[in-house]
């Protein structure tokens, strides 16, 4: 781009171009000189812009490639689940209580016992074969509250029913209130611990959270054996590629969100000195 300004000026020059008449005298080519510099600077100004442009294009479509078609998600979130990983749940040692955190489930009119189930269901599951193996002499449930079509209640309770109608075990089932978060969770879990004796638990959650709620648990006093579930990344990393998958998906982005949620949320504990 450079170089055709300058062989535009120097043309314009050679020709001793007239353009401009002031006063009776004439202005030569050194007027045309600058109308054409501002030109060349325009040119270039426009050129710089569309580099940019072209870079972060680029660089936009790398970023959804890079999320969207390879495992790199999948392995940042395995990196927050592989510690908590147990592969043989009868190894574990006895109890006082399993303690399942809320977030695997919503309201809904037209689930079974009004449950909508989410990707983090293996949270149940997990927890409910725990207690059914005799690891713990209780299960807590935790979790927030829904209010829908005029109906309102704790999702925690959605659970504990559901449980009771299935009756996979006979231990007793403990409903926490209200919690906004997982510190509200563990708050309310020390004083259910203290009024029963408790001294030990086992924490189930997914597995890509556990590092926050250990922390927390701890915190409390309670002993904490952690137990990870929706292993998300895990799983992930270990299926079989597919020639699909190089067209960019959703998934990828869920798991860095995820990633990123956990990365965000422990600096924020960590602010407020709560871990």
């Given at each position: 781009?450079?170089?055709?300004?300058?062989?535009?000026?120097?043309?314009?020059?050679?020709?001793?171009?007239?353009?401009?008449?002031?006063?009776?005298?004439?202005?030569?080519?050194?007027?045309?000189?600058?109308?054409?510099?501002?030109?060349?600077?325009?040119?270039?100004?426009?050129?710089?812009?569309?580099?940019?442009?072209?870079?972060?294009?680029?660089?936009?479509?790398?970023?959804?490639?890079?999320?969207?078609?390879?495992?790199?998600?999948?392995?940042?979130?395995?990196?927050?689940?592989?510690?908590?990983?147990?592969?043989?749940l009868s190894s574990l040692p006895d109890c006082d209580?399993?303690?399942?955190?809320?977030?695997?489930?919503?309201?809904?009119?037209?689930?079974?016992?009004?449950?909508?189930?989410?990707?983090?269901?293996?949270?149940?599951?997990?927890?409910?074969?725990?207690?059914?193996?005799?690891?713990?002499?209780?299960?807590?449930?935790?979790?927030?509250?829904?209010?829908?079509?005029?109906?309102?209640?704790?999702?925690?309770?959605?659970?504990?029913?559901?449980?009771?109608?299935?009756?996979?075990?006979?231990?007793?089932?403990?409903v926490l209130g209200y919690s906004s978060n997982t510190?509200?969770?563990?708050?309310?879990?020390?004083?259910?611990?203290?009024?029963?004796?408790?001294?030990?638990?086992?924490?189930?959650?997914?597995?890509?959270?556990?590092?926050?709620?250990?922390?927390?648990?701890?915190?409390?006093?309670?002993?904490?054996?952690?137990?990870?579930?929706?292993?998300?990344?895990?799983?992930?990393?270990?299926?079989?590629?597919?020639?699909?998958?190089?067209?960019?998906?959703?998934?990828?982005?869920?798991?860095?969100?995820?990633?990123?949620?956990?990365?965000?949320?422990?600096?924020?504990?960590?602010?407020?000195?709560?871990?």
């Open positions: 781009m450079l170089g055709n300004c300058s062989q535009f000026i120097e043309a314009c020059a050679a020709h001793d171009v007239f353009f401009v008449q002031n006063g009776g005298a004439t202005d030569r080519a050194d007027r045309f000189h600058l109308a054409g510099v501002a030109y060349c600077l325009r040119s270039c100004r426009d050129q710089k812009r569309s580099k940019r442009q072209a870079f972060f294009t680029g660089a936009l479509a790398l970023f959804i490639t890079l999320v969207g078609s390879t495992k790199l998600p999948a392995y940042l979130l395995s990196t927050l689940e592989r510690p908590y990983a147990v592969e043989d209580a399993v303690v399942l955190l809320g977030g695997s489930h919503g309201f809904s009119n037209y689930g079974v016992n009004s449950i909508e189930f989410s990707g983090a269901t293996d949270r149940i599951i997990t927890a409910a074969e725990l207690v059914r193996l005799k690891k713990g002499e209780a299960l807590v449930i935790g979790g927030g509250e829904y209010s829908s079509s005029g109906q309102t209640g704790l999702h925690g309770q959605l659970i504990a029913e559901w449980l009771e109608s299935w009756k996979p075990f006979d231990s007793p089932i403990h510190k509200d969770e563990a708050d309310q879990t020390k004083v259910l611990a203290e009024k029963n004796g408790w001294k030990k638990i086992i924490l189930v959650t997914s597995a890509n959270h556990m590092r926050r709620a250990e922390a927390l648990f701890k915190k409390t006093g309670l002993e904490v054996v952690s137990v990870g579930s929706d292993f998300e990344g895990l799983s992930s990393l270990e299926a079989d590629f597919r020639i699909y998958s190089i067209v960019p998906g959703s998934g990828g982005f869920a798991k860095l969100s995820y990633y990123l949620h956990e990365q965000v949320g422990w600096l924020y504990y960590k602010l407020r000195g709560w871990i």
